[in-house]
């Protein structure tokens, strides 16, 4: 029943390789956002959704970065040709509507080698 | 653009002493403002919340936060801390009549309790 999940937890790729990483919101939530986290940095934000409409993507750093929620639930954020620049904890979060509290998921640590 | 300030980097305290983390916002509309704990390895967790009405806003953990309009903060307080309280602590601001329903972070502030 549980919170927001995201696989995998721990992520090392090497410099120029494409990663995905997983968002399962709390059944039933509406919203979704992605966060990225730099070491010792509050969550900055990335991308909203609202059910499968991807609303604002005003925080993506650069047209490396793609998120996609197809059905309205799991939701997946892709980085493309990764730099070492996207070293970071990247955060998922859930609300049942707009405005409501996001619950965040434990993040994923994406290192680039 | 909404902005948040937390002055304190790191706050070192004694167990059963006070403490206040400073939050402090930028914003030419109201508000919506949030506390999260984040403990480590792990996600963010709400502390507390004020959307309106009174400004003392009471959250979990015997945590309370206090609006204050004129001067654009949002304190955090408690009166006796734990160990336990050992944890990363951030101040977020959101828009609620805005298209954008983000929330915006400050950079957060590490409170240590120390036995």
């Known amino acids: 029943g549980a919170g927001v999940s995201q696989s995998p937890r721990y992520k090392v790729a090497k410099r120029g390789q494409d990663v995905a990483l997983r968002c399962d919101p709390i059944s039933g939530h509406v919203s979704l956002f992605w966060y990225q986290q730099a070491l010792g940095q509050g969550p900055e934000f990335l991308t909203y959704f609202q059910n499968e409409a991807q609303l604002d993507k005003s925080g993506l750093p650069s047209d490396r970065f793609f998120a996609e929620r197809p059905e309205g639930s799991v939701s997946t954020l892709k980085i493309q040709r990764t730099q070492q620049e996207d070293s970071a904890v990247y955060l998922c979060?859930?609300?049942?509507?707009?405005?409501?509290?996001?619950?965040f998921g434990p993040g994923t640590r994406l290192t680039v080698t | 653009a909404q902005s948040v300030t937390q002055l304190d980097s790191q706050v070192p305290v004694f167990e059963e002493a006070p403490v206040e983390l400073r939050c402090n916002y930028s914003s030419s509309v109201s508000v919506y403002l949030f506390w999260y704990v984040q403990y480590p390895n792990q996600g963010l967790q709400l502390l507390l919340k004020?959307?309106?009405?009174?400004?003392l806003v009471k959250g979990i953990n015997g945590f309370e936060a206090e609006f204050n309009k004129s001067q654009t903060s949002f304190h955090l307080r408690k009166p006796s801390v734990h160990i336990s309280d050992t944890a990363e602590y951030f101040c977020a601001v959101s828009d609620p009549r805005g298209g954008r329903r983000a929330l915006t972070f400050g950079s957060g502030t590490r409170l240590q309790v120390q036995p």
């Open positions: 004020y959307l309106s009405g009174s400004t």
């Open positions: 979060a859930s609300s049942f509507r707009d405005l409501n509290e996001q619950y």
